[in-house]
Structures are given as C-alpha cells and as structure tokens.
C-alpha cells in the first residue's frame, strides 16, 4: 500500500480544534496503552481536560513554539511541536525540545512521522537552531526506535518516585 500523499504546514489557531484532538490522542490513548500503571499515577493531573486545553494554548501562541500538522485527504493526521530555548552559556546555545509528536494511527508506517520530524528540523534550522533535543517514555519502544532512525542518540534517563505520607525520614 503506498503512502497517503501529505502536506506540512505550521498550525495557526484555526487548527487548535484538530491540534488538540491530536495532543489527547497522544496523552490519553496512546499513553493508555504504553505506560504502566505505576509510571501513569507519577504524571497524572488533576484535570487532565484543563492541562492539555492550557498545553495547546499555549503551543499555538507562544513564539518560541514550533507546531507543524500533517493533513491528507483534507484532514489533519499528525503533528509534532518544538520549543526554541536560546542559552548563551552553551556550546550549541540554540537550541530546540521536541515536546509532541504523533502520527494517527491508521496512517503509521507510511513515513509521515519522518516527514513531520524531518519538516521540523527545517524550520528549526532555518529559526537559527543548532541542536534538537526529544524525550519520550521510557515504555515507548516504537518512539525511541524512530527517533534512532533518525540520528538521535539517547542521552539522559528520568527517574521519578512517589513518596507517599509518612516516608520522610527524620
């Protein structure tokens, strides 16, 4: 089966409705199904509805963000973000995080996820970025797979751990 022709573009407002439908299929189903329970409890908000509302605001109006959607067919089938963060202090001192990136499911495996990523590394070059940095769960074997494949080398590991009442020692 050949791939669904796509266009890139960067997201305006007008594409919050589709970004959003986006980000909860990231942060909800796919998260559902990819991360176990004890790592859910240790990122789970308090109003998950608000949180990704509030995510999409401001990935769509602030300047140091960089979203770009993918449509086909008329209809917008992924999305990746990316924050711009300048720090003198650095070597590579522009630099960009990848924060979202999702392909809908039924449109995987055609290349859209590297057409996205590659997309974004354009324009995060041509805004003056000199590296590009990305995370994802550590459950999320398919992700970090792309990522590979696409130059990244795994750099850090996250820990987290709840402490419940009464676990401070004294």
């Given at each position: 089966m050949s791939a669904p022709a796509m266009n890139i573009r960067r997201a305006t407002i007008r594409d919050r409705s589709a970004v959003l439908g986006l980000h909860r299929a990231l942060y909800v189903d796919l998260h559902r199904k990819i991360t176990p329970p004890v790592v859910a409890r240790l990122a789970a908000y308090v109003d998950l509805d608000a949180a990704l509302e509030a995510d999409v605001d401001a990935l769509l109006g602030q300047p140091d963000m960089r979203v770009l959607v993918g449509e086909s067919g008329g209809r917008i089938i992924g999305y990746i973000t990316a924050r711009i963060v300048r720090d003198p202090r650095r070597v590579l001192s522009v630099r960009a995080f990848v924060e979202d990136w999702l392909v809908m499911e039924g449109a995987r495996g055609h290349g859209l996820g590297r057409a996205l990523m590659e997309r974004?590394?354009?324009?995060?070059?041509?805004?003056?970025?000199?590296?590009?940095?990305?995370?994802?769960?550590?459950?999320?074997?398919?992700?970090?797979?792309?990522?590979?494949?696409?130059?990244?080398?795994?750099?850090?590991?996250?820990?987290?751990?709840?402490?419940?009442?009464?676990?401070?020692?004294?």
């Open positions: 974004l590394f354009d324009v995060l070059a041509q805004d003056g970025c000199e590296m590009v940095e990305s995370s994802t769960l550590a459950s999320n074997d398919g992700a970090r797979a792309a990522h590979a494949k696409l130059g990244f080398v795994e750099t850090d590991v996250r820990m987290r751990r709840a402490l419940e009442p009464g676990t401070r020692r004294r």
